[in-house]
């Protein structure tokens, strides 16, 4: 389990959490361990002077596609951005990713994706796909020590709280109408849109997103502690409180959309119904019954059936998030 290494090791959480990074030189360095040896969704091939394959087909899980999403188109413009991180160490690799524009509903609505913590953008290229068959515009990052993001080792606490800020600002400058970003954080990504979402309310930016999306995300250090140890440890035994997501969420008042699978092992769904219900603004817990935490091996929420994942966005979106969408 997730926890139990974290926990075994004795160490603060918050220097752990993107320890499993994939960045484009050790690619180049060992080919075989990153692709060849690695089961199909594990793979990340891309080395740091190639494009990653924005077109590629997948084999779909069984239950992906159903009668209402039958197929998923390819991604066919993108644009790549490099940001300077704001102690000069480095640069962060961003794509922005318009909309198809057939859904006007979304056709301006920018989706600002923070992905979990295996691999880099190549790992998640599919969930763009699946995003970008809804209709929504993108914008998807790579943490530092990621994918092509410099430098190629991996962030401090610091450093990742304040690199998702300046995230948000950046994709301000993008977006087809800055009132209408969400910030989507899948696993590891909640830390970093909870932050997002939570410094913008305090006034720290001049950009505001509409609405806060979580999926399958990172709950906290003390709930984590208390599902494999069964005991009640403060936060602040193993995590400095960048961790700590429940926090964020107590704090927030936009409105909130959580998506959590049943079968979820990483992060319990007791754990997010809690958190869910310490949020202040207009909200909803969308459980996917049986979905895991992960892309592996049966799949998380949008693996689990992209009809139920469009609609239920969607849907929240219409009755407590409407300024995230175009007037109908």
Not at 63 to 83: G, K, P
Not at 143 to 154: F, T
Not at 298 to 325: H, Q, W
Request: hydrophobic share 35%; aromatic share 12%; charged share 20%.
């Amino acid at each position: 389990m997730f926890w139990m290494f974290f926990f075994s090791c004795g160490a603060n959480i918050d220097a752990l959490l993107v320890a499993n990074a994939v960045h484009c030189t050790k690619v180049e360095q060992d080919y075989e361990a990153t692709c060849i040896n690695q089961s199909y969704w594990d793979q990340i091939c891309t080395t740091c002077d190639e494009e990653y394959p924005w077109d590629k087909e997948y084999e779909w899980m069984p239950n992906t596609l159903d009668e209402t999403v039958s197929s998923v188109r390819i991604i066919t413009a993108y644009e790549q951005h490099t940001l300077p991180t704001y102690d000069d160490e480095g640069s962060l690799d961003i794509y922005y990713i318009p909309s198809h524009g057939e859904n006007p509903k979304l056709a301006d609505t920018l989706i600002v994706y923070s992905h979990g913590r295996f691999g880099n953008v190549e790992h998640y290229l599919h969930r763009t796909r699946f995003l970008h068959e809804a209709g929504y515009a993108q914008l998807i990052w790579d943490y530092r020590g990621y994918g092509k993001s410099q430098p190629d080792y991996i962030a401090t606490s610091e450093q990742y709280i304040q690199d998702s800020k300046d995230i948000l600002k950046f994709s301000a400058t993008v977006a087809p109408n800055p009132e209408r970003i969400i910030v989507y954080g899948q696993s590891l990504g909640a830390i970093a849109a909870s932050e997002m979402a939570l410094s913008a309310q305090r006034g720290e930016m001049d950009v505001q997103p509409c609405a806060l999306f979580l999926e399958s995300g990172v709950t906290s250090a003390r709930q984590g502690v208390e599902s494999i140890t069964g005991l009640s440890i403060p936060g602040s035994f193993v995590s400095q409180g960048y961790f700590e997501v429940d926090k964020r969420l107590a704090a927030y008042e936009g409105p909130l959309f959580m998506m959590h699978g049943t079968a979820d092992t990483y992060f319990l769904i007791e754990h997010a119904r809690e958190n869910y219900e310490a949020a202040l603004g207009p909200k909803e817990l969308w459980e996917v019954e049986g979905a895991e935490h992960g892309i592996e091996p049966n799949g998380g929420v949008p693996e689990n059936g992209l009809g139920p994942y469009f609609s239920r966005m969607e849907s929240f979106l219409d009755s407590k998030a409407t300024n995230c969408i175009a007037p109908q």
